[in-house]
Nanobody, 125 residues
């Protein structure tokens, strides 16, 4: 079993920045889970993709809504993935989830069998 734990969420004013972290533990082999991603669920809305990254940083994907503002990165040695969020907007308010997959990569949540519990990000205008 793989455990994913997110951290770094909280309140922030519009235009500000936050950096989310996700640490993987348990029966986790960073060489096995080639892809890690971030998704979010705004209040009253379905979960949506934010960004994803291959293990060797050979492929990175962003949702159009966050391109140019968010940056995903990962440290394979630390079994961690990060999401740097800049120029935050009120519409970025959501619960942010970390995910891991050995089945593929990209912005389709269906390829991710493992999920964290989420961390709340609240952007005030």
């Amino acid at each position: 079993q793989v455990q994913l734990v997110e951290s770094g969420g909280g309140p922030v004013q519009a235009g500000g920045s936050l950096r989310l972290s996700c640490s993987a533990s348990g029966n986790y082999n960073s060489g096995l889970y080639d892809c890690m991603g971030w998704f979010r669920q705004p209040p009253g809305m379905p979960r949506e993709a934010v960004a994803a990254i291959w293990r060797l940083n050979t492929g990175i994907y962003y949702a159009d809504s966050v391109k140019g503002r968010f940056t995903i990165s990962r440290d394979t040695a630390k079994n961690a993935v990060y999401l740097q969020m800049d120029s935050l907007k009120s519409e970025d308010t959501a619960i942010y989830y970390c995910s891991a997959s050995a089945l593929g990569c990209g912005l389709n949540s269906a390829v991710y069998p493992f999920w964290g519990q989420g961390t709340q990000v609240t952007v005030s205008s």
